[in-house]
């Protein structure tokens, strides 16, 4: 079997990956040879987790917390005021799944999956999840410098100063500062998914029956 019937069986499985049955969990695959995906498998990855409904839920929560606080007070308060952050928030989550997880990866030819390790010592395990923000598996199958997630986390930054109120954007610095904030983010998700998340997914075996011939 080719590899791209390979890792169309295997995105498909994936695409059926939820934490605790509805949190989505599908840039994570528990096949350390998983075939390499091809640009069109990675926009479908990510149009799925954009429009997903925990992903709209999530920026309306997020909203709601920005609101409650007074971040951005030039967005007001109200509906209005809501409806603003919540457009803001979820401009955030849509260009740093696209940019950090299609566009770059495909230009790049980088696989912007979190590959299980699930083996070796603790210490081994929590240093591979905290790296794997900053260190990928390219689309030939070798470890390099995440270059797509980084570059992402900038550009995505930099994006957000074009419509966030002028209150929220303080020139390249806060650009650059955002950018670090995201990688460390990045790298707390891989901790996660390295021992939390894999005890929350169910069908994670699946992955390894399709990928076989």
Not at 185 to 192: D, F, R, Y
Request: aromatic share 12%; net charge positive; proline share 5%.
């Amino acid at each position: 079997m080719s590899h791209g019937w390979v890792a169309e069986a295997q995105i498909k499985e994936q695409e059926k990956q939820r934490a605790l049955a509805f949190i989505p969990n599908f840039y994570v695959t528990y096949d350390r040879e998983a075939a390499p995906l091809n640009a069109k498998q990675k926009f479908e990855l990510a149009w799925k987790t954009a429009a997903d409904p925990v992903t709209l839920m999530g920026a309306g929560v997020y909203a709601g917390f920005e609101q409650a606080g007074n971040r951005y007070p030039e967005y007001g308060q109200g509906s209005q005021g809501y409806a603003k952050r919540y457009g803001s928030g979820y401009a955030d989550a849509v260009s740093g799944i696209f940019i950090g997880n299609a566009i770059l990866p495909s230009l790049l030819k980088q696989d912007p999956r979190y590959f299980y390790k699930g083996t070796g010592s603790t210490r081994s395990r929590l240093l591979y999840a905290v790296a794997s923000s900053v260190i990928c598996k390219g689309d030939n199958q070798r470890w390099q410098p995440n270059y797509s997630f980084m570059l992402g986390s900038v550009a995505v930054g930099g994006i957000s100063t074009l419509y966030v109120p002028s209150s929220g954007s303080n020139g390249v610095g806060l650009v650059f500062q955002n950018a670090l904030i995201r990688i460390g983010q990045g790298s707390l998700g891989g901790v996660l998914q390295e021992f939390v998340f894999s005890r929350l997914t169910p069908r994670r075996h699946l992955h390894h029956e399709a990928s076989q011939p």
